[in-house]
C-alpha cells in the first residue's frame, strides 16, 4: 500500500485535492517512521529459554487484557507498533474514502 500512496503523489496532481494531498503525505510520514516487519520475521527463528520466540509472544498476546501500551525495552513493542500500524491503515482507509465519497457527491451535483 506504501507503494500506491508514493506512486499517486508522484504520478497524480493533487493540488486540487489538498486534503486526499495532505492525507497521503500524512500516512507515508507515518508508515514509514518505523516498521517493525524485520524485527518481527526475526521472532521466527529466535529462541526464547527453551521455546521460539514467537511462541512466547503468542502467550503474552492471548493473555493480555486492557490498554495497549508501550513497556520499557520489551520485546512486546514491535508488536505494539504492528498493532498501531495495522490501526493507522484502517483510520487511512475509513477517511480516504469518506473524502472519495465527498468528490464524489460534488462531480455528481
Known sequence: MK????????????????????LFEKYLQYVESYNPKNAILGDLR???????TSEFIKEIIEKH???????????????????????FH?????????NISKLAGIKNQ
Open 3 to 22: 507503494d500506491s500512496v508514493r506512486t499517486i503523489l508522484y504520478q497524480v496532481d493533487l493540488t486540487n485535492f489538498p486534503v486526499l494531498l495532505s
Open 65 to 87: 487484557e486492557g490498554p495497549v501500551n508501550y513497556l520499557t525495552s520489551n520485546i512486546i513493542n514491535k508488536y505494539i507498533r504492528l498493532f498501531e500500524l495495522i490501526n
Open 46 to 52: 529466535s529462541i526464547m529459554g527453551n521455546q521460539n
Open 90 to 98: 484502517i483510520d487511512f482507509e475509513n477517511e480516504y474514502l469518506s
